[in-house]
């Protein structure tokens, strides 16, 4: 659990990235059966702040 206060850093892929759209069916990220799920920072977002997380930062990576 997390504390009060504490940090959270979460890294997923993010099928709506450039690098995702440049390799399109060929995007690394894509790599199942280890990546079952593949969110956009919207989703991300939506779903933490449904769970009462505060987003405070995010980065594409780059």
Known sequence: ???????????VPNYTSKDAQHYGEHWAAYDVPRHLYHFSPTAMQNMLQAHGVTVVKTSDGV
């Open 1 to 11: 659990m997390l504390k009060p206060g504490g940090a959270l850093l979460i890294a």
